[in-house]
């Protein structure tokens, strides 16, 4: 067994992405606020907002506990929170999602909405699917439409001119039904790399067509202008469409539609169609959610024999606390669109989730691809779950339930609940990099890789526990910094004891129904969706994207997304000759390979 000793954790990373995103300025440009001093502005607006609070009993939750909450990094929430709370913005939810009408004006109005949903430093989704196809018929004899396709063009434009929260450019999720006509193009639309980089695509899959593509029979499309089908075409054929575009640049997803409408708590509402930026919420029209992660790398305790084990008692602590600050942040939002708030309000939807869950256990010495990190997996999910339900049912009886209850699902089997969904695994690529732990519940992409960081500037990353055991057991060296960064293959290097491997495996090193099985693990005891995405090796086939979309679908997915690495030529993490540089650059200059 390996006994890990908790490593001095490196503030690097952290610090320059809190600098350059996070911590407030002056009318310089200059940093004027601390990460302590966020924390402080945070809790201050939040403890103030449950001071007000007309509340059936005498609890609220002061100032030192949500700033303990933050500050010991065992919560932090989405990060348009982190950047708007207490300022003249106020915007805090991170999920946003807009419909679109078939008009000039309908594309006007949300355009208009998407810049100042940015600007606020929320990201959006979209259903393109009520949008007649390309060349069809609109007014006029010589008018023609541009169809779904120039509409991304449009948002993605759109994106790029307004920059998230004045900090990034605008994220979005667009979506189509896969009996649009357009949904040829629609698959290939991001066939050349360089356009619509900031666009995330999926395609809304039913039941049927998986059914389809098992008997080889047709599939019709639709124009939604006039419900008439414009041509049937073979569900194996545009099937094979997906996988080979995935294969080429991890897009488009997939979203198992029925799936999620199967499990939407307020039906009465309608049907839901709009899934958010990751794909970690499924949405109303206008409906916005609030996101948050518990850090799980801080629910754990050591033993006396130096093991870790899970400390199920601060967790029980953290999640009503966390579940409570989401919940106070609905009522806190500045939202930018008055229909936004009205919905969002009605429904009350929060999304609490984890990360950190590969770091958890490697100090539990639980290999990712196992059983026992299965039952982790769902332990851990299933005690989120029952304790975040249970503080929205305390809640509803203090402050009321969310305002759509009648008629819920919740109403049906007689239990009161403040929010209409409670939970959902984000991919917290940032709010992760903060606390200085793996994303969501993603393996390890690396121990050793560069993480592209913003304004194109390049960060070594080493794993500190891997470095820690490595160099305990006396195998680390600048020879395998290198290999390690050029491969990211930790069980391909030779010299590296098989234990170690097995503990610190790396998402190429997790096969594709390995990654399929944690995510349904965490999907079954999850409200909404779960944001991750199958890592596949550069090597891997078409054939392997289609067994894990056949295998998604069997496991009773929400949404599923791949990525072939390499298969962009720009990506957030990587490995590769800078790697190389940047090893020589930290480890000579500090002699520690010495």
């Not at 098992?214 to 094979?240: H, K, M, W, Y």
């Not at 029925?258 to 970690?280: A, F, Q």
């Not at 982790?376 to 299933?382: K, T, V």
Request: net charge negative; charged share 20%.
């Amino acid at each position: 067994m390996i006994i890990l000793e908790e490593p001095q954790k490196s503030l690097y990373v952290n610090n320059r992405l809190l600098e350059k995103r996070y911590l407030r300025t002056d009318v310089l440009g200059e940093t004027n606020e601390t990460p302590d001093d966020m924390f402080r502005r945070i809790a201050n607006i939040f403890s103030s907002a449950e001071e007000g609070q007309i509340s059936r009993n005498s609890h609220v939750v002061n100032h030192d506990s949500y700033y303990n909450l933050l500050a010991s990094l065992d919560f932090l929430p989405n990060s348009p929170t982190l950047l708007n709370a207490g300022t003249e913005n106020g915007q805090l939810a991170s999920c946003y999602v807009l419909p679109i009408d078939d008009s000039v004006n309908g594309i006007g109005d949300a355009l208009k909405q998407t810049m100042l949903i940015h600007k606020s430093g929320g990201s959006t989704g979209f259903n393109l699917s009520s949008i007649r196809p390309a060349q069809d018929k609109v007014g006029g004899r010589d008018r023609v439409a541009g169809g779904p396709i120039g509409l991304l063009n449009l948002l993605s434009v759109t994106a790029d001119y307004i920059k998230q929260g004045g900090v990034r450019r605008g994220c979005n999720t667009a979506l189509l039904n896969l009996d649009h006509p357009d949904i040829v193009e629609f698959i290939g639309a991001k066939r050349d790399p360089g356009r619509l980089t900031n666009l995330y695509t999926t395609v809304s899959i039913k039941d049927n067509f998986m059914d389809r593509v098992t008997s080889g029979s047709e599939l019709p499309l639709v124009n939604p202008r006039n419900g008439q089908t414009t041509a049937t075409v073979s569900a194996c054929d545009i099937f094979d469409l997906i996988v080979d575009q995935a294969w080429r640049t991890g897009d488009p997803g997939l979203t198992f539609i029925d799936t999620v409408n199967k499990n939407n708590p307020i039906p009465h509402l309608g049907k839901i169609e709009y899934m958010s930026g990751c794909g970690e919420e499924a949405l109303l029209p206008f409906e916005s959610c609030i996101l948050g992660s518990i850090n799980l790398v801080n629910m754990l305790k050591k033993e006396l024999d130096g093991t870790f084990s899970i400390d199920w008692q601060h967790l029980s602590q953290t999640i009503p606390l966390s579940v409570r600050f989401l919940d106070t942040a609905i009522d806190l939002n500045h939202y930018p669109i008055l229909q936004s708030e009205l919905i969002s309000r009605r429904t009350r939807k929060i999304g609490l989730g984890v990360m950190g869950f590969a770091d958890m256990l490697i100090r539990l010495g639980v290999p990712y691809n196992s059983d026992k990190a299965l039952g982790i997996a769902e332990a851990i999910m299933s005690f989120v779950q029952d304790i975040a339900h249970e503080t929205s049912h305390k809640l509803a009886l203090d402050r009321g339930p969310f305002p759509a209850y009648q008629g819920s699902v919740y109403e049906f089997e007689g239990i009161t609940m403040r929010n209409a969904s409670v939970t959902s695994i984000a991919p917290t690529g940032s709010i992760s990099l903060i606390a200085g732990v793996s994303s969501g519940i993603e393996p390890l992409f690396g121990t050793v890789f560069v993480r592209n960081m913003l304004d194109g500037e390049k960060l070594l990353e080493v794993n500190p526990f891997f470095e820690r055991v490595a160099r305990e057991q006396g195998f680390f060296s600048f020879a395998l910094l290198e290999r390690l960064v050029s491969k990211n293959r930790l069980d391909q290097i030779e010299g590296v004891p098989d234990s170690v491997k097995k503990i610190f495996v790396t998402a190429h090193g997790v096969s594709p129904e390995w990654h399929v099985k944690i995510q349904a693990a965490f999907q079954k005891y999850t409200d909404n969706a779960v944001s991750k995405t199958v890592n596949f090796p550069r090597e891997a086939s078409r054939d392997d994207i289609a067994k894990v979309f056949a295998l998604a679908y069997q496991q009773s997915l929400k949404g599923i997304t791949v990525y072939r690495d390499q298969s962009r030529s720009e990506q957030p993490l990587c490995t590769g000759e800078e790697g190389i540089r940047l090893v020589h650059q930290r480890y000579e200059y500090r002699h520690e390979c010495l």
